[in-house]
């Protein structure tokens, strides 16, 4: 299984960034693509997930309103649109599958089985 994240770059504070990150290498069925973001010193946070099949989406509270996640079955692709950032916002952004995720488990890094590489995002003020 792969995932490739992208994206990723150096932009000014209230621009707007989309990161793709596309899958391959599977055929499951019940799974579910999350991203996390990660800072030096500190653990992975959740940002939002997305059920794949259904499509139903969620959202680190903080986030809502600002990023929007979305996924193309087609190309086996999740985005994440990422509007009015920040410079906190400024991190690591990972992309990761998860196998027969129930609601509260998409929140915790550790029910991902499989990471992207992972694309940095940096916003400056």
């Known amino acids: 299984v792969q995932l490739q994240a992208s994206g990723g770059g150096l932009v000014q504070a209230g621009d707007s960034l989309r990161l793709p990150c596309a899958t391959s290498?599977?055929?499951?069925?019940?799974?579910?693509m999350g991203w996390f973001r990660q800072t030096p010193g500190k653990s992975r946070e959740f940002v939002a997930a997305v059920k794949w099949s259904s499509g139903i989406t969620l959202y680190e509270d903080s986030l809502k309103g600002r990023f929007t996640i979305s996924r193309d079955k087609a190309k086996n692709t999740v985005y994440l649109q990422m509007n009015s950032l920040k410079p906190e916002d400024t991190a690591v952004y990972y992309c990761a599958l998860g196998r027969n995720l129930i609601h509260s488990s998409y929140y915790s890094s550790s029910n991902y089985l499989y990471w992207g590489q992972g694309t940095l995002v940096t916003v400056s003020s």
């Open positions: 290498g599977h055929t499951f069925n019940n799974y579910g």
